[in-house]
Each structure stands twice: as structure tokens, then as C-alpha cells.
């Protein structure tokens, strides 16, 4: 085994941490948390009128700028954002739910605006016939998503390619997600192209169904402060993927491998794949690595095939894991 990390200080990443987490809640408008939609379930707050239908909303922002305020409840609905500059904020966190219904065999938000935002909504049980169901297909453009819940879907979010977008997640859950037994190959919890920066902060990922619960081929990844817990995973892969190569930092995160692995060789994977971007001074430090207990097996926490640089360091690892793998 060869280990290619570099001394880093001891967890270096907590005021980024902070930062990022607190610039993705300053970016949904204060206002619209605590917007009450007063007949249709979907308000747009800048003008007060409401509408039955989400893609009546999104229609009525168009090209502008906008934000419509979710009702409670379970709305088995969809919409494609063509355009603009629009945020989707539930007036209570957690009790607007998307449940099941898809726009153009894809997701429950089919997003190629300028950019969007997503505050306290929650998405479920999203299947369609490829295997990709998402809550939200990502297709061009920035999108911040805060305090929202994914469950139960053949995936959580997927991304199409923008070198110029920014993916940023903060304070969401991913939970019983993903799949490999379709045609279109295997679904992931999260499964960002080749955009430009994927960042993660304060959220949790739990009980995968298949596939990975991050993958990203993004040029920057920075995932901090998040749990990845496999106990009751089924089926899974990697904890992160990144199969293209990335800089950026994965930092202060705790990860927990389960016994149903598909693949239990690594907890993160770097370059597994084709190689887009440098890795050179990618930073893994700070973080907690180990099985479910009572489980005896041996795994690496991270797997390199890009032969960059990793900085790798200060991470608490349990039993039978081996820190880093040339391969």
C-alpha cells in the first residue's frame, strides 16, 4: 500500500464550514419563510396571488425573479423552471411534501433556469422508468437547497453538466435512496455532473437502497460537517465518489459502513473513473471512519487512481481500516 498524504493541521475546516453553511440560509429571502399562502397552495409572494398548480407559479415568475411560498401538505404535483431566478420555500419546514408525482419522466423540480433555491420541502417516493427518479434534476444553473428532506426515491438529486453551475446543500437529509437495477445504470443519493462546485455541509445521509450517497464529478467538492450512515444501508457502494477527479476539501465528517455493501472496498473513492480535473492538494482531514460494530472486515477509507497529491490527515479511523490505497 502506498500513502501519498501530506501533513495537514488538525481539522482545518470548521470556520469554512461555518461560512459555507451560513451563506447557503442567507441566500433564501427572510420574507419568504414566513409567507402564508391565502387560497392556492402556491403563492408568489411578490405579488400575493395564488395559484392551485406549482407550474402555474413558476410560469408566472418566467424570466423574472420570484419566490413562491409552498402550503403544507402533500402535493402530488410537478414543475419545469425554463427560466429565471426562483425560490421554493415552504411556509413550514418539513410539511410540504412532493410526493411521487414527476415532470417529463424525471424529477418533482425539473430546474434549467438562471437559478433556484429550495427551503424546508421535503421529497418522496420519486421512481420513473429509467431508474432516475429524483426530488430535483438539476440542468443548468446554481441551486441552494436548505433544510429539505429527500426519502424513499431512486435518487435524491441529479445533476445534468454546467461547468459554471454551483451545487450548494446545506442542513438536508438523504435517506433510502438510490438503486443499481435499471437499464440507465445505477442511481445515487446524490449524482452531480461535471459542474463546477459541489459543497455539502451539516447533512445527513442514512440508509442507502444502492449505489453511492455522494457522487460528483465536479472540478471543487467540499463536503464538511455531514454523516454518512451505512448501518442500515442495503446494497450500497461508496460513501463518496468522486470518479473524475476533484480539489476542495472533505473535512469533519463522520462515516459509518454497514455490514450490505455491493462494493466495501472504500469509504471514498477518488479518480475511479475518467479523469476530468486535478486532485492535487485535495484535502481529507478531521474526519471519524468506521464499521457498524461487531462487524470485522477489512476496507480503505480512501481508494486514489488519480496518483495526485491528497492531503490527507488527522482522521480517526476504527478498526480494520486501512487510510489510503494507490491503485
Request: one cysteine or more; aromatic letters at 8%; hydrophobic letters at 40%.
Amino acid at each position: 500500500m502506498e500513502n501519498a498524504a501530506q501533513a495537514v493541521p488538525a481539522r482545518p475546516s470548521l470556520l469554512l464550514a461555518a461560512a459555507i453553511a451560513a451563506l447557503a440560509v442567507a441566500a433564501i429571502p427572510a420574507a419568504a419563510l414566513l409567507a402564508q399562502a391565502p387560497s392556492g397552495a402556491f403563492t408568489v409572494t411578490e405579488t400575493g396571488r395564488s395559484y392551485d398548480r406549482l407550474q402555474d407559479a413558476v410560469d408566472a415568475i418566467g424570466n423574472g425573479s420570484g419566490t413562491i411560498a409552498i402550503s403544507p401538505g402533500s402535493h402530488r404535483q410537478c414543475a419545469v423552471q425554463e427560466a429565471g431566478s426562483i425560490a421554493y420555500v415552504a411556509t413550514e419546514a418539513g410539511r410540504a411534501v412532493f410526493d411521487g408525482a414527476t415532470c417529463e419522466g424525471k424529477a418533482a423540480l425539473v430546474l434549467r433556469g438562471r437559478d433556484a433555491k429550495v427551503y424546508g420541502l421535503v421529497f418522496r417516493r420519486m421512481a420513473v422508468e429509467d431508474g432516475n427518479g429524483a426530488g430535483i434534476r438539476l440542468e443548468q444553473g446554481d441551486l441552494t437547497i436548505t433544510q429539505s428532506w429527500f426519502a424513499d426515491s431512486q435518487q435524491g438529486i441529479l445533476t445534468a453538466d454546467d461547468p459554471s453551475g454551483r451545487l450548494v446543500i446545506d442542513k438536508s437529509t438523504f435517506s433510502g435512496l438510490g438503486t443499481c437495477e435499471n437499464s440507465a445504470g445505477c442511481a445515487h443519493s446524490v449524482y452531480v455532473g461535471n459542474y463546477g462546485h459541489l459543497r455539502v455541509t451539516r447533512s445527513r445521509f442514512e440508509r442507502g437502497t444502492g449505489g453511492h450517497y455522494v457522487k460528483a464529478r465536479a472540478a471543487r467538492v467540499d463536503i464538511a460537517s455531514s454523516s454518512f450512515d451505512d448501518s442500515a444501508g442495503r446494497g450500497t457502494n461508496y460513501m463518496i465518489d468522486l470518479p473524475a477527479g476533484a480539489v476542495g476539501q472533505i473535512t469533519n465528517n463522520w462515516f459509518v459502513q454497514g455490514r450490505d455493501k455491493e462494493n466495501y472496498s472504500a469509504f471514498i473513492a477518488v479518480g475511479a473513473e475518467e479523469i476530468l480535473h486535478g486532485s492535487d492538494g485535495l484535502q481529507i482531514a478531521g474526519n471519524d471512519a468506521r464499521f457498524v460494530p461487531s462487524l470485522r472486515r477489512n476496507s480503505t477509507f480512501v481508494a486514489d487512481w488519480t496518483g495526485a497529491q491528497l492531503a490527507i490527515a488527522d482522521n480517526n479511523l476504527g478498526a480494520g481500516l486501512a487510510p489510503f490505497e494507490r491503485r
